[in-house]
């Protein structure tokens, strides 16, 4: 099982990213996916997260409006696009696969917003 992220980086505030989180080794369809982000001395949160299909989506408040989940099942990828990024969104973000009770986290990707 492997879930390798990608597209982070360092962006000034008000500026974009798009997380990708490609798996494999397992079935993704059926897999309800997550991002989750941690920032320097704070608990780890869930930012956003989408069913099997890709029908519901659900986002902490502090994201909505701002950040969008989707999945392609083809490809077993999840995406984070995130646009107005301000200095707060800084953190390590992992992706986590949620399928029948077994939880498969990615290693995680830093993302800077920094002027």
């Known amino acids: 099982v492997q879930l390798v992220e990608s597209g982070g980086g360092l962006v000034q505030p008000g500026g974009s990213l798009r997380l990708s989180c490609a798996a494999s080794g397992f079935t993704f369809s059926s897999s309800i996916m997550s991002w989750h982000r941690q920032a320097p001395g704070k608990e780890r949160e869930l930012v956003a997260s989408i069913s099997t299909a890709g029908g519901t989506t659900n986002y902490v408040d502090s994201v909505k409006g701002r950040f969008t989940i989707s999945r392609d099942n083809a490809k077993n990828t999840v995406y984070l696009q995130m646009n107005s990024l301000k200095p707060e969104d800084t953190g390590v973000y992992r992706c986590?696969?949620?399928?029948?009770?077994?939880?498969?986290w990615g290693q995680g990707i830093q993302v800077t917003v920094s002027s």
């Open positions: 986590k696969a949620l399928k029948y009770g077994n939880i498969y």
